[in-house]
Every structure is written in structure tokens, then in C-alpha cells.
T-cell receptor, first 116, second 111 residues
Framework: DTGVSQDPRHKITKRGQNVTFRCDPISEHNRLYWYRQTLGQGPEFLTY????????KSRLLSDRFSAERPKGSFSTLEIQRTEQGDSAMYLC??????????????FGPGTRLTVL | GENVEQHPSTLSVQEGDSAVIKCTYSDSASNYFPWYKQELGKRPQLIIDIRSNVGEKKDQRIAVTLNKTAKHFSLHITETQPEDSAVYFCAASISNYQLIWGAGTKLIIKP
């Protein structure tokens, strides 16, 4: 499968626990994005990487959230001390730059987080 | 920052009729406007996009128009089919960095 993959697909955790999600982008894509989507809403931007550099973070991303992309390939998103309000679908997307133009963001299947 | 508003939230049309979804954006620096389709429980998938140097783009039954002066853009689907039923999202960005999304339109195609 050459698309964006995410692991796990579902995560149920208790409030206060830490969770970590993984995203594997399309291999030649240098940009990687994290979004959060709650039921009935559009995705909200969280952060994005160009190669290994985290270039932008949303104000939605509290200090309990951290994201890494250590070698410019896969990325992890960690949420510490989870709260019930963190329950959502966490979507990862990647895009590649060709010919100096803009490119489509390809989305992964998402990780659905439920905080009890 | 950028803000995108999308209307209507739900749209019900008869199969074979046309559907139009409208979005407005606030940041005049935005220059890339994609439309995504999301079926229940699935990932968003790009169906069409438009850049600010173009006023209209068409791909078979789907078209998008952009009015930069008014800061709004619209999705037009003609000859709707049952498989068009889904939630449609518009988005705006500067150079395809972070996408700022609308709240979505649930499109229902009535047989």
C-alpha cells in the first residue's frame, strides 16, 4: 500500500494516560500534516513538518501535545495527560512538491481516540 | 488568521439535479482552495482544487468557481448520482501549507 498509513486505527484510553500515534506518509512526500476532526466538523490544523523541521503549530496544540518527525519520514503525535476533550479523529496527511507547484494533501485513515 | 465559512450545512437534491455548495474566506492572502469529499468513516479525498490565478475549473460533472474580489468560491455538481452522497468540505490555504476547513456540507441525493 503506497498511501498514507496511521497506527493505531482506534485507541481507547483513560483520562490522564499518555497516548502516541504514528503516521507513515507517502514515501516521496516531504510535507506532513496533523489535523484533528470531531464529529460533524471539518478537520482542524494542528501542525506540519517539512522534512524533519516542524514549521508551524496551531494555537490548538497545547503543551500536552507534541509531534516529531525525527528522520523526515514517519511522524509521531503524543498527547500527555489525556482529557475527555481530546476525544477525536486524528488525521495525518502528506504532500510532495513537484515542479514548484502546489500539491494535493493525501490523507491517512485516521486514528480515532476515545478518552474515558 | 484565516476563517472559512461553508453553506449550507445540509443539502438534499433529487438524483439528476445539480448541487451547489458555497464557501467564503477571510484572508485575502489565501491562494489555494481545495474541495474534499468524505464518506462516512473514511478519509477525506480531494475531488477538485483551484488556485487564485484561475476563476473556474471543471472536471467532468464537478466544477469550482472562485471570486477573489468577493472572497468566495463554490462547488457545482451536475447530474447528481447516489454515489455523490457524502460530506463535502471546502478549505483555503496560503500555498498549500495548513488548510483551514469549512464546517462541511452533508449532501443527500434522493432517488
Amino acid at each position: 500500500d503506497t498511501g498514507v498509513s496511521q497506527d493505531p486505527r482506534h485507541k481507547i484510553t483513560k483520562r490522564g494516560q499518555n497516548v502516541t500515534f504514528r503516521c507513515d506518509p507517502i514515501s516521496e512526500h516531504n510535507r506532513l500534516y496533523w489535523y484533528r476532526q470531531t464529529l460533524g466538523q471539518g478537520p482542524e490544523f494542528l501542525t506540519y513538518f517539512q522534512n524533519e523541521a516542524q514549521l508551524e503549530k496551531s494555537r490548538l496544540l497545547s503543551d500536552r501535545f507534541s509531534a516529531e518527525r525525527p528522520k523526515g519520514s514517519f511522524s509521531t503525535l503524543e498527547i500527555q495527560r489525556t482529557e475527555q476533550g481530546d476525544s477525536a479523529m486524528y488525521l495525518c496527511a502528506s504532500s510532495g512538491r513537484t515542479g514548484g507547484g502546489y500539491n494535493e494533501q493525501f490523507f491517512g485513515p485516521g486514528t480515532r481516540l476515545t478518552v474515558l | 488568521g484565516e476563517n472559512v465559512e461553508q453553506h449550507p450545512s445540509t443539502l438534499s437534491v433529487q438524483e439528476g439535479d445539480s448541487a451547489v455548495i458555497k464557501c467564503t474566506y477571510s484572508d485575502s492572502a489565501s491562494n489555494y482552495f481545495p474541495w474534499y469529499k468524505q464518506e462516512l468513516g473514511k478519509r477525506p479525498q480531494l475531488i477538485i482544487d483551484i488556485r487564485s490565478n484561475v476563476g473556474e475549473k471543471k472536471d467532468q460533472r464537478i466544477a469550482v468557481t472562485l471570486n477573489k474580489t468577493a472572497k468566495h468560491f463554490s462547488l457545482h455538481i451536475t447530474e447528481t448520482q447516489p454515489e455523490d452522497s457524502a460530506v463535502y468540505f471546502c478549505a483555503a490555504s496560503i500555498s498549500n501549507y495548513q488548510l483551514i476547513w469549512g464546517a462541511g456540507t452533508k449532501l443527500i441525493i434522493k432517488p
